[in-house]
C-alpha cells in the first residue's frame, strides 16, 4: 500500500470512526490505532483489504451487508 493510502485516510474516505471501522471490517481497535500512528504496516490480508476499501468502498460494503 502506498504511504499516501493510509489506513486513516481509507478510513476517513468511508467516514467512519476508529471504533465503526474496526467493526465493519474485522480489524481490532488497537491494531488500527498503531497503523493509522505508523507504528505498524498492514501486511497480507489486510493490506490487501485496505486496498479494496480504499478503490470500491461501497461494493465493499454492499459485499459485508449480504
Known sequence: MKRYN???????KVGMTQVE?????GISVSTLRHWERGDR??????RVLLHV????PQAVLRALAH
Open 53 to 56: 476499501v480504499a478503490k470500491e
Open 21 to 25: 471501522f474496526a467493526a465493519t471490517f
Open 6 to 12: 493510509t489506513a486513516k485516510n481509507v478510513r476517513a
Open 41 to 46: 504496516t498492514p501486511h497480507g490480508a489486510a
